[in-house]
């Protein structure tokens, strides 16, 4: 990691294929990682009305019945991808997943409490579900479906564990972080590693080729991309392909537990070179992740840029600003950038990867339409403490717990302090 000219430190090059391409702080991190157990990374869902959903109590509620179609449930998962969840359940209530909607993706690698709904399931049938490392909870009728968005935020209860540095270190740095994250007025706002894959960061490429048409190249991508961090059966199986280009055969090589590349496989197989009915195999929320990556590529570019121009969040002459907070655009095909120094650059940027913004309604597949929308451009914790303590085994870890609103990642809070490779976070 190296300052730029402005007193920037620069990313992990992991980070800098994501848009992330600096800290806003110059202290030293702490080390450490993330993740080593679910149980380290907990995160409840705040709900509109400011209540916590909660992980441990089993009694809280949601209300009393209200007459309507949907039924609201807590869901607690533990382990397990959003997309995922929703399929399994889905799969064993014999429904559809595009019957359950949530206000928003949580964390694989953690306990996670949150609200959702589905569409025509009576609440005695929901309870009868049994997924390892999901619970349903307290469910009840309500005439409110759930949409992306329809949350206030998080709380975040994280422990960060094999750290090497003396409670002293630790303390000292991690004030000094502190101190620098108020006078640069926040955290820069990037969209987090999750939202391209940590492991295999190729979503947004993916999206980029979804948004030109081209399906069959998209589908390619998501089945033969090779990463390092992948597990040794899953590389083999992608190399297969890679050779042979042959979905049978990739199949065959692939842990049944990639559920989605495994749909993709099957209909491959049964009708060779549809890679447009392929792609209808893929969950339509999983299919918007894909543009939402691109977009989010292209919005954590601009406040690179940003801050190489202004190197902190004060608001400056660049920034659109309302009810004095500093937002950039997250592009879409309704999208009015202003003429500055800044938004030309996201031009160049949708210029150089041949995307225009009229193709965020997708030509091959105009139901998936994207008009855009703001992101701020700080993030503000609130809620913030922190205390080193022992875990079960006895062993050093720091505990940090925080509130962040609906949209924000707890991992671009945390990689300011710790300022490690993203793999541990």
């Not at 005439?143 to 409670?167: A, Q």
């Not at 041949?354 to 855009?372: D, N, R, W, Y």
Request: charged letters at 25%; a positive charge; proline letters at 5%.
């Amino acid at each position: 990691m190296t300052a730029t000219k402005n007193a920037l430190l620069k990313s992990h090059p992991i980070e800098e294929k994501m848009g992330i391409l600096y800290y806003i702080t110059t202290t030293e991190g702490i080390g450490g990682k993330l993740r080593k157990t679910p149980q380290d990374f907990r995160v409840e869902e705040i709900l509109k009305d400011g209540r916590v959903v909660s992980i441990d109590d089993e009694e809280f509620s949601l209300g009393p019945d209200e007459p309507g179609l949907f039924t609201e449930f807590i869901l607690i998962k533990k382990g397990i991808e959003s997309h995922k969840a929703l399929m399994k359940i889905a799969n064993a209530l014999g429904r559809d997943i595009s019957d359950i909607n949530l206000a928003g993706t949580k964390d694989k690698l953690a306990i996670t409490a949150q609200r959702a709904t589905i569409w025509r399931c009576p609440p005695e049938e929901l309870l009868k579900v049994k997924i390892n490392g999901i619970k349903i909870r307290a469910p009840r009728t309500t005439i409110y479906k759930t949409y992306l968005g329809d949350l206030k935020g998080n709380y975040f209860t994280i422990r960060v564990k094999d750290l090497e540095l003396s409670n002293e270190e630790i303390t000292n740095r991690f004030e000094s972080i502190f101190r620098e994250i108020t006078e640069k007025h926040g955290i820069p706002n990037y969209f987090g590693h999750q939202r391209f894959g940590s492991r295999r960061p190729i979503s947004h490429h993916i999206g980029r080729l979804i948004l030109l048409g081209d399906i069959e190249a998209a589908i390619q991508e998501f089945l033969s991309y090779i990463s390092e961090d992948e597990s040794e059966i899953v590389k083999n199986a992608r190399q297969i392909y890679r050779e042979t280009n042959d979905p049978k055969a990739m199949l065959e090589a692939m842990p049944k537990t990639m559920i989605f590349e495994k749909h993709i496989l099957e209909h491959l197989s049964n009708h060779p070179g549809d890679y447009q009915g392929a792609f209808q195999k893929i969950p339509r929320n999983l299919q918007r992740m894909f543009i939402h990556s691109y977009q989010s590529y292209i919005w954590n570019r601009t406040l690179s840029k940003r801050l190489e121009l202004f190197p902190d969040l004060q608001i400056c002459p660049l920034d659109i600003v309302q009810n004095g907070q500093s937002y950039l655009p997250i592009i879409g095909y309704k999208t009015v950038l202003p003429d500055n120094e800044l938004f030309d650059f996201t031009k160049e940027l949708l210029d150089q990867d041949g995307v225009e913004q009229k193709q965020f309604i997708v030509p091959v597949i105009p139901s998936l339409k994207f008009s855009g929308s703001r992101r701020p451009l700080a993030i503000k914790p609130k809620n913030f403490s922190y205390g080193i303590e022992a875990d079960a085994n006895k062993n050093k870890c720091l505990i940090i717990k925080f509130s962040l609103g609906s949209g924000s990642y707890a991992t671009i809070v945390l990689r300011e302090f710790m300022k490690t490779t993203p793999l541990y976070y």
